[in-house]
């Protein structure tokens, strides 16, 4: 970067493309200087389909956001839920040569653990020792030092599909900025949405975005599960565009600012039974919200929702996520999104907002925003705790640890 404090974040989505840059300050604070937004371009559920047009995207919302903050970005972290992002969980448990744990122990069950992370085709976005265990004793945070006969470890690592990951490397680089790191958006918009309360109790994330919703489970060992699914709030503009015979933006902003997922909205009307959906909609220069509107949003609502909650149910994050769940993404704005969540995910719902660790516009604090916001969380290594990374050790040398060796320097 142009500056020491000064740390970059670009969000790769279906529907937009968001930068920011924020000056870091004291006690983990940003202030955001810079901001860029641009609609996507060559981006289908989250992947790179056209890298020129997704290139131009990016090059733009970058470009906007260093001529706002007058700096030049030379790397950036980068969310994205392309390339079907999704978890792994390995456990390893290793015998004890002496009577107390010592740091050889530690990195043996450590090597142990990442060998077997599967990276066929794949890349390795995201790795964490969630905890470990000493004689069969899990929770422990540092166990150098204990005495014990055997060491475990529980170890989280979230990989994605080589090839989409280097297409928007690519696309990124040319912009002629460097890639710091690619992470998942649903955990990226977990750090920016989510209390220490929240994670101390055990919670999910829904970031609904325009082409996939991802989930991400978070708790006091930081993030345990994250998976995406493609169903995103874009096939809902389609539906309302096919439906009324409005173009995609039309569609778009009615959606946004009167569509809504609960009976009895005051933004419904009746139907007007001489009038076309068309003329209705634009009638006396002003918009009104086309008849039977609420039965095409709730609807397709719901099935996002169905499939977050089949997938929570049918693995181990149902118990880790415990009962509540936070909204983030552009499609979760909808009115009562969270209302309805509630009734089909049967957890406590609420919107999500970038929290007041952030010096930014009001209108840039919702939702939609949470994931450019969380990574730069993730840059200032807010989202672990450091006792489990144990930066001391140095790495045996491995063809293992040859590969990830300077990757989990930099990130654990």
Sequence with gaps: ???????????????????????????????????????????????????HAAGQAIATAISHAERMAGVEVQQI?????????ASQRIRVELPVPGPRIVPADIRGVQNTAYARIDTRDRRLLLVRPLDYAVDGVGGIENPLGMYG????????????????????????????????????????????????????????????????????????RGVTFVDVLKKGGARLTEDVAY????????????????????SGSPFETDPLPDASAEES?????????????????????????????????????????????????????????ARLGELILERQVRAGSIGPAFRIADSRTGPAYAACAGLL?????????????????????????????AWMRQHI
Excluded: W
């Design 281 to 337: 909609y634009g009638k006396n220069g002003r918009h009104v919200v086309p008849p039977y509107l609420r039965q095409i949003v709730t609807p397709r609502t719901e099935q996002t929702f169905e499939r977050v909650r089949a997938r929570l149910d049918e693995t181990y994050a149902q118990m880790e996520a415990g009962r509540r769940v936070v909204l983030a993404g552009g499609a979760s704005q909808l009115v009562g999104a």
């Design 377 to 405: 969380v993730h840059a200032l290594g807010g989202d672990a705790p450091a006792t489990l990374s144990m930066p001391a050790l140095a790495p045996a040398s491995t063809h293992l640890f040859a590969r990830f060796g």
């Design 149 to 220: 006969s055997r060491i475990g470890i529980d170890l989280h690592a979230i990989t994605a599909e080589a090839g989409p990951i280097a297409n928007l490397e690519a696309c990124v680089r040319a912009a002629h900025v460097e890639v710091a790191g690619i992470l998942p958006a649903p955990y990226a918009a977990g750090l920016a949405v989510l209390t220490e309360e929240d994670r101390e109790l055990g919670i999910a994330v829904a970031d609904m975005g325009g082409g996939t919703t991802g989930i991400a489970v978070f708790n006091n």
């Design 1 to 51: 970067m142009a500056r020491e404090n000064i740390v970059a974040a670009l969000d790769v989505g279906s529907t937009k493309v968001c930068c920011f840059i924020a000056r870091v300050l004291e006690e983990g604070r940003f202030d955001v200087i810079g901001i860029g937004d641009r609609a996507s371009r060559g981006i289908i559920e989250g992947a790179v389909v056209d890298i």
């Design 243 to 262: 439906a009324f015979s409005m173009n995609f933006r039309e569609a778009e902003e009615i959606k946004v600012k009167e569509a809504s997922c609960l």
């Design 77 to 85: 972290y980068v969310a994205t839920s392309g390339g079907r992002p």
